[in-house]
């Protein structure tokens, strides 16, 4: 009885703890269709990956596990930077203007980057609230798979739209990036961890 009062407890802090989608439509700087429109928006969401993304060589769940296993004070500090670029970029993604036929989806990865930023900032307060780290991981994967399947749908309208980059073009990364989370999401692999783990940046 007592163990499943626990669990029924800590089931209540985790569903109490969920992060909330911080942005709306109305947030949304929407305007223009198109090839020329989504070649700007592919432009301008590389920049925001370019300029906020922290350099890794390993995914902040590694790095967490690190930090727990080895007691590797770096290796949370590299959570640490992982969740304030996650949270960064949420903010950044939204001052993008968004092609009409787009703005759905962005809004959803938008809204999943800055929700899995807060999952990985809980992520690193394991030595000073481990609480709030268990709860931070109890939502992390539900928030990361939202992410890809975020990420996929902007592809998924890149697609339809039947729109390509090539190698070497402004925006290739970011339409690449979008278009590998559409096909793994469509061959129904889970993700399982977000987009700057494996030291892809």
Do not use: C, W
């Amino acid at each position: 009885d007592i163990t499943n009062m626990a669990q029924g407890t800590m089931q209540t802090f985790a569903q109490n703890h969920q992060h909330q989608d911080p942005y709306s439509i109305n947030q949304t700087h929407a305007g223009g269709s198109g090839p020329t429109a989504l070649n700007s928006y592919a432009i301008a969401m590389e920049k925001v990956f370019s300029n906020d993304t922290t350099p890794t060589t390993e995914g902040e769940l590694d790095y967490f596990t690190d930090a727990i296993e080895k007691n590797d004070s770096a290796a949370l500090a590299k959570v640490t930077a992982i969740g304030i670029s996650y949270k960064k970029m949420g903010p950044d993604f939204m001052q993008v203007k968004v092609p009409i036929e787009m703005e759905n989806a962005h809004l959803e990865f938008a809204n999943a980057s800055a929700r899995l930023g807060e999952d990985i900032t809980d992520l690193s307060m394991m030595n000073s609230d481990p609480l709030r780290a268990y709860l931070g991981l109890s939502q992390y994967q539900t928030d990361a798979t939202a992410l890809a399947k975020g990420l996929s749908d902007i592809g998924l309208v890149f697609s339809q739209e039947q729109f390509k980059l090539q190698v070497g073009n402004p925006g290739f990364y970011f339409f690449n990036t979008a278009n590998n989370a559409l096909v793994t999401l469509s061959s129904q692999t889970t993700p399982q961890q977000g987009i700057e783990s494996g030291g892809t940046n």
